[in-house]
Each structure stands twice: as structure tokens, then as C-alpha cells.
């Protein structure tokens, strides 16, 4: 395999690894992010993580897991920085004995400053697709979630 990848980068035809192309895309775009996002101290997967606690409707730690594609653990170990850093806090949910994730006002505050930064790495990404292949990517990335839910359910049997 690893010949086949290194024939690959020589000859510049990409892997034909779904897993690895899909990998190194979200590599290569989480670097672009982390370069507008650094100047206000905060990565991108953090700042991915504080706009889903933003929007989201259920806080719980299982339906944002779920909402990011993430495990518990994952979900768990990148809160505790986010906590650590101030940025969200747990608080007792609509039922005392549940427990929510919440931005606290220093997290809403970066938010808020960081919004342009990734504004910036939105729009910087956009520029390099038309509009139709803007479009298509977003269909591709719902096809694929789709498949990738449909292949789960299937090894889940």
C-alpha cells in the first residue's frame, strides 16, 4: 500500500482510498482553518465544537457526539480542553439529572471575535470552486454521510 500511495503522489493521481482521500481533504482544510483561527488562539476543531454547542438544540453530550460524528471519548477529551480553557461549562439541562454543555461568556466572546477569521477561511475556500461545484459539494458530503450511516447500520446487524 504504502508503495501504491508514494506512486500516487509521484504521478499525481490521488489515493483511490475513499478513507484516505476523505482524511487528507479534511487534513488540508483543517490546516487552512487553523491559519485564520491561530490569531485568535483558538483551532479550528475547537471552534467547530463551540458553533455546534452554539446551535444546537439538545446540549447533551451524546446528542452533540452524535450531531459531530464523534465518539464519546473524542467528544470528552476535546470538551475538557474547551472547559479548561473557559470557554464551555456543564450546566444541569432541562431534567436535573441530565447535564448540558453551555458556552460561557468568555467562549461566546471568542466566538464572536473568531467569527471573521473563519469567515475569511470559508470564503478563501469558496473561491476556489464555482458555483456548481460549490453545490456539489455539499451534495457529495450529505451522499456520503448517508452511505457511510447506511454501511454502519449494515456492520451494526
Not at 503522489?9 to 479534511?26: D, F, H
Not at 436535573?96 to 470564503?123: H, N, P, V
Request: glycine letters at 8%.
Amino acid at each position: 500500500m504504502a508503495k501504491t500511495m508514494r506512486s500516487d503522489a509521484i504521478t499525481g493521481q490521488g489515493p483511490t482510498c475513499a478513507l484516505a482521500s476523505t482524511r487528507r481533504m479534511a487534513r488540508l482544510l483543517t490546516q487552512l482553518y487553523d491559519s485564520y483561527l491561530s490569531d485568535y488562539g483558538v483551532e479550528a476543531a475547537q471552534y467547530a465544537l463551540m458553533m455546534m454547542v452554539d446551535a444546537a438544540e439538545d446540549k447533551g453530550q451524546a446528542p452533540l457526539g452524535r450531531a459531530l460524528g464523534m465518539d464519546k471519548t473524542t467528544l470528552s477529551r476535546n470538551l475538557r480542553v474547551l472547559r479548561a480553557r473557559g470557554w464551555v461549562e456543564s450546566v444541569t439541562g432541562k431534567d436535573a439529572r441530565q447535564r448540558s454543555i453551555a458556552l460561557t461568556s468568555e467562549g461566546r466572546s471568542l466566538l464572536i471575535r473568531a467569527r471573521s477569521g473563519w469567515k475569511k477561511a470559508q470564503a478563501g475556500f469558496r473561491a476556489g470552486m464555482n458555483d456548481r461545484e460549490w453545490a456539489e459539494m455539499w451534495s457529495s458530503l450529505s451522499a456520503m454521510t448517508h452511505a457511510v450511516e447506511i454501511a454502519a447500520e449494515k456492520k451494526g446487524r
